[in-house]
């Protein structure tokens, strides 16, 4: 079983960048669809980003395409969320994911495809 601790968020003013980690405890690691979903107050959790485990699919969600970008290093055992131009509206909670895989290529989009979470790490974008 897998455990999934994210870190590298903070405070951030409008137009930053931040890297978030999610560091996992498995060695099978590499077998593993990751993604990246987040929440803010009073909102229902979002899809952010998602990444095969092979790492060469990767899907992103409209509202970041373009600014942020998913990434992985099975020898590591981590996944990554760059973020670029951030936004006061990209405020929340962000948490990964992760889901054992046979499929190659797969990425998802559902949270309810992911058994395996973080405890997610807070990012505060200020205007």
């Known amino acids: 079983q897998v455990q999934l601790r994210e870190s590298g968020g903070g405070l951030v003013h409008a137009g930053g960048s931040l890297r978030l980690s999610c560091g996992a405890s498995?060695?099978?690691?590499?077998?593993?669809?990751m993604g990246w979903f987040r929440q803010a107050p009073g909102k229902e959790r979002e899809f952010v980003a998602a990444i095969s485990w092979s790492g060469s699919e990767t899907d992103i969600a409209d509202f970041v395409k373009g600014r942020f970008t998913i990434s992985r290093d099975n020898a590591k055992f981590t996944g990554y969320l760059q973020m670029n131009s951030l936004r006061p509206e990209d405020t929340a909670v962000y948490y990964c994911?992760?889901?054992?895989?046979?499929?190659?290529?797969?990425?998802?989009?559902?949270?309810?495809?992911?058994?395996?979470w973080g405890q997610g790490t807070q990012v505060t974008v200020s205007s």
């Open positions: 498995d060695l099978a690691f590499e077998t593993y669809a």
């Open positions: 994911a992760a889901q054992t895989t046979s499929y190659y290529y797969t990425t998802y989009r559902e949270d309810y495809e992911y058994y395996y």
